[in-house]
């Protein structure tokens, strides 16, 4: 068993009613991981995602073994039949199944390079690992999707619902750098899964995802008017999908507000952070009694428990 995407999952409100179990009793199931490893190795930084998934391993009894390859490990390559007489000190098909020996988990973070939408589309990192390793592959952020993220998203909506079928909306912000499209593109696979829930994505004209991931989604243009009854808003910054990479639009109105939000029904904001206050979201919505940021990166620990809870029942 992998977990590579949200749809991996066969049936999403069960998964959620299962992590909120486990939050309930999280070392109930020490015993589970006795004698096993989980392997983590990021191409990218990360906080929340490394600690909260290595507590999960933890509070399973697994051993962790964590490696960047940023700084610690030789520069991968990733094509087959290649002549390796540049940069690239060692393929991925050793890598791979040099790390399956020793660990019986592999956990992979590999950002999008947000230059070629082709290669990154592809998935370069996981694919490999996919295709060499011989243990179960997890998905801590690949270039397109974050799935352990999405079913954090997932039970912190189930926590919070006060209606049968509320509305949430996934709005589109400012921010001076191009970002990954993955939190955004899971959040997407995840709501599809979702019944009962009213889904609106809102974003300038030029920023719309995949046609292929989006497809069937309503999309509305005026951030203002999505916004209205709104019982979640989740907000994130994504890059141009067609100018792929690029920020074509810095536009300030589109931040976040007190002022915006009021226009919600009484409406929770989510983000999955590190988010850059005042540019995103203003200082008051982020502070305010609303804000369920610091809960969702809470259930980042209890998503990936579930999913390696999961695989160790399989393996």
Same mark, same amino acid.
């Given at each position: 068993?992998?977990?590579?995407?949200?749809?991996?999952?066969?049936?999403?409100?069960?998964?959620?009613?299962?992590?909120?179990?486990?939050?309930?009793?999280?070392?109930?199931?020490?015993?589970?991981?006795?004698?096993? *490893?989980?392997?983590?190795?990021?191409?990218?930084?990360?906080? !929340?995602? !490394?600690?909260?998934?290595?507590?999960?391993?933890?509070?399973?009894?697994?051993?962790?073994?964590?490696?960047?390859?940023?700084?610690?490990?030789? *520069?991968?390559?990733?094509?087959?039949?290649?002549?390796?007489?540049?940069?690239?000190?060692?393929?991925?098909?050793?890598? %791979?199944?040099?790390?399956?020996?020793?660990?019986?988990?592999?956990?992979? #973070?590999?950002? @999008?390079?947000?230059?070629?939408?082709?290669?990154?589309?592809?998935? *370069?990192?996981?694919?490999?690992?996919?295709?060499? @390793?011989?243990?179960?592959?997890?998905?801590?952020?690949? %270039?397109?999707?974050?799935?352990?993220?999405?079913? @954090?998203?997932?039970?912190?909506?189930?926590?919070?619902?006060?209606?049968?079928?509320?509305?949430?909306?996934?709005?589109?912000?400012?921010?001076?750098?191009?970002?990954?499209? @993955?939190?955004?593109?899971?959040?997407?696979?995840?709501?599809?899964?979702?019944?009962?829930?009213?889904?609106?994505?809102?974003?300038?004209?030029?920023?719309? =995802?995949?046609?292929?991931?989006?497809?069937?989604?309503?999309?509305?243009?005026?951030?203002?008017?999505?916004?209205?009854?709104?019982?979640?808003?989740?907000?994130?910054?994504?890059?141009?999908?067609?100018?792929?990479?690029?920020?074509?639009?810095?536009?300030?109105?589109?931040?976040?507000?007190?002022?915006?939000?009021?226009?919600?029904?009484?409406?929770?904001?989510?983000?999955?952070?590190?988010? #850059? #206050?005042?540019?995103?979201?203003?200082?008051?919505?982020?502070?305010?009694?609303?804000?369920?940021?610091?809960?969702?990166?809470?259930? !980042? *620990?209890?998503?990936? $428990? =579930?999913? =390696? $809870?999961?695989?160790?029942?399989?393996?």
């Amino acid at each position: 068993m992998n977990y590579i995407s949200i749809k991996d999952i066969d049936s999403l409100s069960k998964w959620v009613k299962s992590a909120i179990k486990i939050k309930k009793d999280p070392l109930k199931n020490k015993k589970l991981g006795k004698n096993k *490893t989980l392997g983590m190795l990021f191409f990218n930084p990360s906080l !929340r995602t !490394r600690l909260s998934t290595q507590k999960a391993a933890l509070n399973l009894g697994m051993n962790v073994m964590v490696m960047n390859f940023s700084n610690e490990g030789w *520069t991968l390559e990733f094509e087959d039949g290649v002549v390796m007489n540049s940069g690239a000190s060692e393929h991925i098909k050793e890598a %791979a199944e040099v790390v399956s020996q020793y660990c019986d988990i592999i956990a992979i #973070r590999a950002f @999008a390079g947000l230059v070629d939408k082709e290669k990154d589309y592809q998935e *370069t990192v996981i694919s490999g690992f996919l295709k060499y @390793a011989t243990v179960p592959i997890v998905n801590m952020e690949s %270039a397109v999707r974050h799935p352990l993220q999405s079913l @954090a998203d997932a039970i912190t909506m189930e926590e919070h619902k006060t209606k049968h079928k509320p509305k949430v909306v996934l709005s589109w912000a400012p921010h001076p750098k191009a970002l990954p499209q @993955a939190v955004a593109n899971s959040f997407v696979e995840m709501m599809q899964m979702q019944e009962d829930m009213d889904f609106v994505i809102t974003h300038p004209k030029g920023y719309e =995802l995949s046609p292929e991931i989006t497809e069937g989604c309503k999309i509305e243009y005026d951030q203002n008017k999505a916004f209205e009854n709104a019982d979640f808003v989740y907000v994130k910054n994504w890059s141009n999908f067609n100018d792929y990479g690029k920020v074509t639009n810095s536009d300030p109105n589109w931040t976040v507000t007190a002022e915006k939000m009021a226009l919600t029904n009484n409406g929770k904001f989510m983000h999955c952070l590190p988010v #850059r #206050r005042n540019v995103i979201v203003s200082d008051e919505v982020l502070d305010g009694e609303n804000s369920i940021v610091i809960e969702q990166a809470n259930n !980042r *620990t209890y998503s990936a $428990q =579930l999913v =390696l $809870q999961k695989i160790l029942k399989k393996i």
